[in-house]
């Protein structure tokens, strides 16, 4: 679970990085899977997006606008890993009976704990989408359906079948404060970014 959630931390610093300078690359001719071209198509989409806007904003408008995607990036990192401590969880309960009760008991304070922090994290989003005019709503809503079609298909890339020994569900068990800590602050990130923008275009 830590390398996966590694990895998640990985790809947003790929994929917010890909949006400040967007570079063609010279690739090799290869055979494209229907999955593969999907993909391709949905990342191109994405930084369509970007560098198609990014011209038109002012400077106060590029950084409410990079902000907002930022921090809907981060928001759906942690979403996806919440929904895989969540599956690691059930799998050990699944074949651990005897450790199901701690296991249980851990999550839900794990997930009261992150979920609050979703629920603000998603809360400020929403409010910089609504407050600015530079971009539909409609837009907007493509703009983060798009961010979770690509960090799902590049996440799955690191998935593995949970390990459920006794040994591995106690290790998950006592390093879900760190990950717990990890996200909160990943979030509240998003919260202090928000804060911030906000107090510039009221000045």
Same mark, same amino acid.
């Given at each position: 679970?830590?390398?996966?959630?590694?990895a998640l931390?990985?790809? &947003?610093?790929?994929?917010?990085?890909?949006?400040?300078?967007?570079?063609?690359?010279?690739?090799?001719?290869r055979?494209?899977?229907?999955?593969?071209?999907?993909h391709?198509?949905q990342?191109?989409?994405?930084?369509?997006?970007?560098?198609?806007?990014?011209?038109?904003?002012?400077?106060?408008?590029?950084t409410?606008f990079l902000?907002m995607y930022?921090n809907?990036?981060?928001y759906?990192?942690v979403?996806?890993?919440?929904?895989?401590?969540g599956?690691a969880?059930?799998?050990?309960?699944?074949?651990?009976k005897?450790?199901a009760?701690?296991l249980?008991?851990?999550f839900?304070?794990w997930d009261e704990?992150?979920g609050?922090?979703?629920?603000d994290?998603?809360?400020?989003?929403?409010?910089m989408?609504?407050a600015?005019?530079?971009?539909?709503?409609?837009?907007?809503?493509?703009?983060?359906?798009?961010?979770?079609?690509?960090r799902a298909?590049?996440?799955?890339? &690191?998935e593995?079948a949970?390990?459920?020994?006794?040994?591995?569900?106690? &290790?998950m068990?006592s390093?879900?404060?760190?990950?717990q800590?990890?996200?909160?602050?990943?979030?509240?990130?998003?919260?202090?970014?928000?804060?911030n923008?906000l107090?510039?275009?009221?000045?």
């Amino acid at each position: 679970m830590l390398l996966r959630v590694t990895a998640l931390l990985s790809l &947003f610093a790929i994929s917010f990085g890909c949006l400040t300078e967007v570079r063609a690359e010279e690739v090799a001719p290869r055979t494209e899977t229907t999955s593969e071209a999907l993909h391709k198509a949905q990342s191109d989409a994405l930084k369509g997006i970007v560098t198609n806007i990014m011209p038109t904003l002012s400077q106060d408008e590029a950084t409410h606008f990079l902000t907002m995607y930022k921090n809907y990036t981060m928001y759906s990192m942690v979403k996806a890993v919440s929904k895989d401590v969540g599956g690691a969880v059930q799998a050990c309960v699944d074949n651990n009976k005897d450790m199901a009760k701690d296991l249980q008991d851990r999550f839900k304070r794990w997930d009261e704990s992150v979920g609050g922090t979703m629920k603000d994290s998603l809360a400020g989003v929403t409010n910089m989408a609504l407050a600015q005019n530079y971009m539909p709503q409609k837009d907007v809503n493509v703009l983060f359906k798009l961010v979770d079609e690509v960090r799902a298909v590049n996440s799955s890339r &690191f998935e593995t079948a949970p390990v459920t020994t006794p040994e591995a569900c106690e &290790f998950m068990m006592s390093q879900m404060d760190q990950t717990q800590e990890s996200m909160r602050h990943l979030l509240k990130m998003t919260l202090l970014s928000y804060a911030n923008v906000l107090r510039a275009t009221q000045k």
